[in-house]
């Protein structure tokens, strides 16, 4: 089979579309036809070398890629055969080996594809949806709320955006460029604001008129974070869950305490390790996107383009969830 491999750590000219041996499943495992494969932001720190979250950098070469969509076409000892052509999605956590044309995964971990999805809207939904879910049940959104959504036309603004308008809360995105920012406007956002502007704040309270904004769904961090935070209105709360500026947002007891806000961070490890907390959420979400309630933005790359897809991501060029189709 083909797959992508990395050698060494660095910039994405180290992925290489190499041909190695077939996976061979073991106990408990199985092995699926990949047809989709998604790319995350953590997927580039890795390759890079500088982290790799709350796991122990890979040993090198490995193939990357946590995220797989396709057909069971092999089991390993001590599995149902029942599984065979059945169409899965799985998150291979740590394991890795996601970027290939076949995957193994544990048997414990799969997913039968609905019906009514692709194998990428699948792979979207089974990492980034099932995160989207997780700050979704912490930012507890209502009808009564005015959002504001950074990154908006990112995989997790999208569904961010959606999720705001089905509570019945009006919402505004913000995006960088022309492009993302039709994108956040066509979901129907009621503000669609392009953060690359310097006066985009004002944009912001312009497109709001005289409301207050209530709730800040925010994973970029850094100035723009900073700028989110300091729209808020009285009694504002700011849910966190990432810092892709590459820092968090930087805040203050006394930038709570001036107008009674309150900030939390979304991404509760402690409660996402429960046992069965990661598996439920992507239960549901799958079930979100087969009832059209969730409909992920995918940009599709060709496996063999796994380093241009690292760079578009590292670059902010893409839209939505990246996924790669072997």
């Known amino acids: 089979m083909h797959a992508i491999r990395q050698h060494e750590f660095g910039p994405p000219e180290t992925l290489h579309y190499e041909e190695i041996p077939d996976p061979v499943p073991a106990e408990g495992q199985v092995r699926i036809a990949v047809e989709a494969s998604g790319v995350h932001v953590i997927d580039t720190s890795i390759r890079r070398g500088a982290t790799a ?16 969509a396709g057909t069971v076409e092999a089991v390993g000892p001590a599995v149902d055969r029942s599984w065979i052509d059945r169409r899965v999605v799985a998150h291979l956590g740590p394991a890795s080996g996601g970027y290939a044309e076949k995957a193994v995964a544990r048997v414990d971990g799969l997913h039968e594809i609905p019906g009514t999805l692709d194998a990428p809207a699948a792979v979207a939904m089974i990492g980034t949806g099932r995160t989207a ?15 504001l959504v950074t990154a908006a036309a990112g995989g997790l603004g999208t569904l961010f955006v959606q999720a705001a308008l089905q509570a019945g809360a009006q919402v505004v995105g913000v995006a960088g460029g022309p492009g993302k920012v039709e994108r956040v406007r066509a979901a129907g956002a009621a503000g669609a604001i392009d953060y690359r502007r310097p006066d985009w704040a004002d944009r912001v309270r312009t497109a709001l008129g005289d409301q207050a904004i209530t709730a800040v769904l925010d994973g970029v961090g850094g100035r723009l974070g900073r700028t989110a935070l300091e729209l808020l209105g009285p009694g504002g709360r700011l849910i966190m869950f990432g810092s892709s500026s590459g820092e968090l947002t930087p805040l203050t007891a006394q930038d709570l305490a001036a107008k009674g806000l309150t900030a939390t961070w979304a991404l509760r490890l402690h409660a996402l390790q429960r046992p069965g907390a990661l598996r439920e959420l992507e239960t549901r979400s799958l079930e979100e996107a087969a009832a059209g309630r969730l409909v992920p933005a995918v940009q599709t790359y060709a496996l063999t383009d796994a380093a241009v897809a690292h760079a578009a991501l590292e670059d902010r060029a893409t839209v939505g969830k990246v996924v790669l189709l072997p």
């Open 53 to 68: 979250g709350p796991h122990p950098l890979p040993e090198l070469p490995m193939t990357p890629g946590r995220e797989v």
């Open 133 to 147: 879910l997780a700050v979704l049940d912490i930012a507890a959104l209502a009808k009564e709320d005015v959002v």
